[in-house]
């Protein structure tokens, strides 16, 4: 009995040391449960890390590419202006704004023409009989496999024909200085068509004086001179250095017009900028602006009456700048009467006063040289009434600068006043040019003065540094460019580029992932954009 009981004693002793490193068991089975459970989750959330963090980075720079295309269309005008002479493998660079690490390039994939080609007027008319005679033969081309340049205007009135790639100035009139001086009316029409002459209508234009001496903005970087739409019946000289601009509309002059010196001249909004930042601008911040001062459109028509003429010389000295006059095509809505004048930069009023001098009982009549010239009378566009459409009866005076049968030659200043029984013989766009001083003319927009003349006058070694572009196409009675020509010069009718589509791509220069950004994009020389496709890929 004893013995059982120190058994049954011994074995209670001996009990707990048989439990003994389960708990360290349990431990490592919930350490390792926990391990295989944790270390997955871990891996995820540095995996999902990882991931957010490249879709941050890949978000920035997609975002990056995406603000060069934004940054291009800030000023779809400078856009156009830089992307021009790009082609279709050779790229533009782009300005881009810092610290993106992108660049930006374009090229060119289509150009979209002013006009198609079947559709455009005659470019060069000269119908006082005989005056075929002082323009040079058209040009002959030897190559046919560009057979569309052959009848162009000669390379000696288009130096850009002896360029590479070339451009031509249109084809002129097959009719030009004809014997019968009536017969080129029947060939005429007042709106533009294709193999037509065009003999636009005279667009109305505000009634009141104008200051011959511009006013000043008040606003901008630097001074900047302004002229309103509306009548000037006294000389207008520019001739000093201080940028002047034109605000868009109808200009009527009386007297000369001369730009001479320094003159830094734009007419009217467009293409090319002006002084002042738009004619809203000009109209609201300019000192002592006219009380009905205005715009409209763009661009601007300069309509020469009585004794008005263009005058564009080298008699004023020049600082070293030299003179200037850029115009801006005139342009107005195509729901606007007025459309049918689009393009016209240049008129003159046609026709001669029924008693010799103008008075209350005037009317206008046509002009008629027996033999020599015959223009018919100017009316005013969107009038049906014959009587209220006579350009008398709407303040217009004919011009009195007639082109007689003497080849026309530059006139001093101010030209002789006209009598009832003489007319005055001075041309009515007169360019002279007596030195090397730096002359730019570029008349983009349709020059219209048939019963005038037009006279480029250059003396020997002074055609360096000069640039003439008349190329809207150009009506006269004659024209006088005498040798040696200026060393640019255009006289005809430009069909240019009014639209580029290019191909803009974005690319990021530094780092992963590279993404890259290519927009098409259709851009007007106006500044009118529209965005034709756009992918950002890569990353």
Same mark, same amino acid.
């Given at each position: 009995m004893?013995?059982?009981?120190r058994l049954?004693?011994?074995?209670?002793?001996?009990a707990p040391?048989?439990?003994?490193?389960?708990a360290?068991?349990?431990?490592?089975?919930?350490?390792?449960?926990?391990?295989?459970?944790?270390?997955?989750?871990?891996?995820y959330?540095?995996?999902?890390?990882?991931?957010n963090?490249?879709?941050?980075?890949?978000?920035?720079?997609?975002?990056?590419?995406?603000?060069? #295309?934004r940054?291009?269309?800030?000023?779809?005008?400078k856009? /156009? &202006?830089?992307?021009v002479?790009s082609?279709?493998?050779?790229?533009?660079?782009l300005a881009?704004?810092?610290? #993106?690490?992108?660049?930006?390039?374009?090229?060119?994939?289509?150009?979209?023409?002013?006009?198609?080609?079947?559709?455009?007027?005659?470019?060069?008319?000269?119908?006082?009989?005989?005056?075929?005679?002082?323009?040079?033969?058209p040009?002959?081309?030897p190559?046919?496999?560009?057979?569309e340049?052959?009848?162009?205007?000669?390379a000696?009135?288009?130096?850009?024909?002896?360029?590479s790639?070339?451009?031509?100035?249109?084809?002129? /009139?097959?009719s030009?200085g004809?014997?019968?001086?009536?017969?080129?009316?029947s060939?005429?029409d007042?709106?533009?068509?294709?193999?037509?002459?065009?003999?636009p209508?005279?667009?109305?234009?505000?009634?009141?004086?104008r200051?011959?001496?511009?006013?000043?903005?008040?606003?901008?970087?630097?001074?900047?001179?302004i002229?309103?739409?509306?009548?000037?019946?006294?000389?207008?000289?520019i001739?000093?250095?201080?940028p002047?601009?034109? *605000?868009?509309?109808?200009?009527y002059?009386?007297?000369?017009?001369?730009?001479?010196?320094?003159?830094?001249?734009?007419?009217g909004?467009?293409?090319?900028?002006?002084?002042a930042d738009?004619?809203?601008? &000009?109209?609201?911040?300019?000192?002592?602006?006219p009380?009905?001062? /205005?715009?409209n459109?763009?661009?601007?028509?300069?309509v020469?009456?009585?004794?008005?003429? @263009?005058?564009v010389?080298?008699?004023?000295?020049?600082?070293g700048?030299?003179?200037?006059?850029? @115009?801006?095509r005139?342009?107005?809505?195509?729901?606007?009467?007025?459309?049918?004048?689009?393009?016209?930069?240049?008129?003159s009023?046609?026709?001669?006063?029924?008693?010799?001098?103008?008075n209350?009982s &005037?009317?206008?009549?046509?002009v008629?040289l027996?033999?020599?010239?015959?223009?018919?009378? +100017?009316?005013?566009?969107?009038?049906?009434?014959?009587v209220?459409?006579?350009?008398w009866?709407?303040?217009?005076?004919?011009?009195?600068?007639?082109s007689t049968?003497t080849?026309p030659?530059?006139?001093a200043?101010?030209?002789?006043?006209?009598?009832?029984?003489?007319?005055?013989?001075?041309?009515?766009?007169? @360019?002279?040019f007596?030195?090397?001083?730096?002359?730019t003319?570029?008349?983009p927009?349709?020059?219209?003065?048939?019963?005038?003349?037009?006279?480029?006058?250059?003396?020997?070694?002074?055609?360096?540094?000069?640039t003439?572009s #008349?190329?809207?196409?150009?009506?006269?009675?004659q024209?006088?460019?005498? +040798?040696?020509?200026?060393?640019?010069?255009q006289?005809?009718?430009?069909?240019? *580029?009014?639209?580029?589509?290019?191909?803009?791509?974005?690319t990021?220069t530094n780092g992963?992932?590279v993404?890259?950004?290519?927009?098409l994009?259709?851009?007007?020389?106006?500044?009118?954009?529209a965005?034709?496709?756009?992918?950002?890929?890569?990353?």
């Amino acid at each position: 009995m004893t013995r059982r009981i120190r058994l049954k004693a011994a074995s209670q002793r001996r009990a707990p040391s048989e439990d003994e490193g389960s708990a360290l068991i349990l431990t490592l089975v919930f350490v390792l449960v926990v391990s295989l459970l944790v270390l997955p989750v871990m891996n995820y959330v540095m995996s999902v890390t990882r991931t957010n963090r490249v879709l941050v980075v890949r978000a920035q720079r997609v975002e990056a590419v995406k603000g060069g #295309l934004r940054a291009a269309l800030v000023n779809p005008s400078k856009l /156009y &202006a830089a992307c021009v002479g790009s082609g279709r493998t050779a790229s533009v660079a782009l300005a881009v704004p810092p610290g #993106l690490d992108i660049e930006s390039k374009c090229t060119t994939t289509k150009d979209a023409l002013a006009d198609i080609p079947a559709d455009l007027r005659w470019a060069l008319v000269s119908v006082q009989a005989g005056s075929d005679v002082l323009i040079p033969a058209p040009y002959t081309n030897p190559d046919p496999s560009s057979a569309e340049l052959d009848g162009n205007v000669s390379a000696a009135w288009c130096t850009t024909m002896s360029t590479s790639p070339q451009v031509p100035c249109g084809k002129p /009139y097959p009719s030009n200085g004809a014997l019968d001086p009536l017969a080129w009316v029947s060939d005429a029409d007042k709106v533009s068509t294709g193999s037509k002459i065009f003999l636009p209508e005279l667009p109305p234009f505000s009634n009141t004086n104008r200051s011959a001496v511009a006013k000043d903005l008040l606003t901008g970087d630097a001074p900047c001179k302004i002229y309103f739409p509306g009548k000037y019946i006294d000389d207008v000289e520019i001739t000093g250095s201080t940028p002047v601009y034109f *605000v868009s509309g109808v200009y009527y002059f009386e007297k000369t017009l001369r730009i001479s010196g320094d003159a830094n001249v734009v007419v009217g909004a467009g293409i090319t900028p002006g002084c002042a930042d738009s004619d809203a601008i &000009a109209v609201a911040e300019t000192q002592d602006a006219p009380l009905d001062a /205005y715009s409209n459109g763009v661009g601007g028509t300069f309509v020469f009456g009585a004794n008005a003429r @263009f005058v564009v010389d080298t008699a004023t000295a020049s600082s070293g700048a030299g003179a200037s006059i850029l @115009f801006n095509r005139r342009l107005v809505g195509g729901a606007d009467p007025l459309a049918v004048l689009n393009n016209v930069s240049i008129m003159s009023v046609n026709g001669q006063s029924s008693l010799g001098s103008w008075n209350s009982s &005037a009317t206008t009549v046509d002009v008629d040289l027996p033999g020599q010239l015959h223009v018919p009378a +100017s009316k005013m566009s969107g009038i049906v009434n014959p009587v209220a459409a006579d350009p008398w009866k709407q303040n217009y005076k004919a011009s009195a600068l007639l082109s007689t049968l003497t080849p026309p030659v530059s006139c001093a200043l101010p030209a002789p006043p006209p009598t009832a029984t003489s007319v005055v013989a001075c041309p009515i766009i007169d @360019f002279s040019f007596t030195t090397s001083a730096k002359t730019t003319v570029k008349i983009p927009g349709y020059i219209a003065v048939p019963q005038g003349s037009i006279s480029i006058q250059t003396a020997a070694g002074s055609g360096v540094n000069k640039t003439i572009s #008349l190329g809207g196409g150009v009506l006269a009675a004659q024209f006088a460019v005498n +040798s040696p020509t200026p060393d640019f010069l255009q006289i005809g009718l430009l069909n240019p *580029v009014v639209q580029k589509t290019f191909k803009i791509t974005t690319t990021t220069t530094n780092g992963k992932p590279v993404v890259e950004s290519v927009a098409l994009v259709q851009v007007n020389e106006t500044g009118g954009y529209a965005v034709n496709a756009w992918v950002v890929e890569g990353g």
